[in-house]
């Protein structure tokens, strides 16, 4: 890759933003369930910190936490009586409910505002410091977490998640939309679990259909980011505590992710550019924009 597309991209921040010191704050996200959103957020993060960038990662799933799991970490995070310090793990920055929870299998039994109360307190009470990036990885579902979050903070939009099969895709469907109705830009998409390739013939076979990624690039008129075969070692990875881009780098599915992680900093700049490019004739009205969508 170029120098050029490794330049880090800003996303704008506003005076009442509750992380400024943050560049970029990426959701991932997806309608549907079990479609990998947090397999692809955590090897994402673990990308962007491998091509040498400053990392967070937000578990901004609040009724079924993962990151703990998936990056094998437990602990409670230390406060210095303002401001909560994020776990570190692999050289990332890391928030959970699930750091706060005594007995991890215990469910979260607070109600839909308590929870939205938590996930803005971590992103304005955590010491995230300076970071390029902040993940943050979203709970299946309607999207009233993204809404939230979307009206407290500028994200630079979300990264949508998706399996190939029609059934996971009407769900998505209406996650692009919701995010479009409320101004939430869709960055792109990943489409993960697209094919696996046989140990025995050595051939791809696409198990759960093919094209599925394309067709919500296209709904969204954003660019296909990536696609991530399955893979019996993120599995095995992920429950080790160990991701993969971690545990193995150079694979062919941590340079899946990798080739992720470059396409959305590729694309986010082009975004970037292409707004530069759009003369603004509002005489600097535009340049101030409340947060409200
Ligand atoms: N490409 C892949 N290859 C193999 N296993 C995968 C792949 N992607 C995800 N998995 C596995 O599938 C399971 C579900 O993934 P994950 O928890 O990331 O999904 P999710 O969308 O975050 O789920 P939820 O909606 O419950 O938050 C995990 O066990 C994960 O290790
Ligand atoms: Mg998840
Ligand atoms: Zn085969």
Redesign the pocket.
Known sequence: MSQESLRVPQRQVGADDPVPGVKNVILVM?G???????????NLALALKALGLKVGLLDA?IY?P?IPT?LGISGQPMSDGKRIQPLERFGVKLMSIGFLLEDPKSAVVWRGPMLHGALLQFLKDVDWGDLDFLLL?????TGDVALTLSQRVRSNGAVI?TTPQEVALQDVYKSVSMNQKVGIPIIGVVE???Y?VCGNCNERHELFGSGGGQKIADFAGAPLLGQ????????????AGVPVVEAAPGSP?AE?FTAVARRLIESLNAAAQASVLNIDRSGGQNRHLPITR
Do not use: C, H, Q, Y
Request: net charge negative; charged share 20%; no cysteine.
């Open positions: 997806s549907k369930g079990g479609v990998g959103k947090s397999t692809v957020a955590t799933d079924g993962s998936m990885d979203l709970p299946p579902g998640v993960n679990e697209s696996f991530i075969p399955l893979f019996p070692e993120i599995r095995k990875w992920g429950d599915p899946a």
